[in-house]
């Protein structure tokens, strides 16, 4: 599946993308897998509060089920203004 990272966590895990093959059931279980690879990814991953996820470009939760999706974003929160 392609991962798309933005803003500071694109920064911090240094691509905006990649192509993830895993075997995680859930967004929380993908963040558990790629926190493990590098310390860049447990930086960008450490604190979840201050992340929102999208999955095939829906808002998603956390516990969302990955089976089916093929696009996972990862972005802050977004404000208006």
Do not use: C, H, K
Not at 18 to 33: C, F, K, N, P, R
Not at 40 to 56: C, G, H, I, N
Request: aromatic letters at 10%; hydrophobic letters at 50%; glycine letters at 4%.
């Amino acid at each position: 599946m392609n991962v798309l990272y933005f803003a500071w966590v694109r920064e911090r895990i240094g691509l905006p993308r990649e192509e993830v093959t895993t075997s995680a059931a859930t967004v929380a279980d993908l963040i558990e897998e790629l926190s493990a690879r590098e310390p860049r990814y447990a930086a960008a991953f450490a604190d979840t509060s201050a992340l929102r996820v999208a999955l095939d470009q829906e808002l998603a939760d956390f516990d969302a089920p990955l089976s089916g999706v093929r696009e996972v974003a990862f972005f802050p929160p977004m404000t208006g203004g």
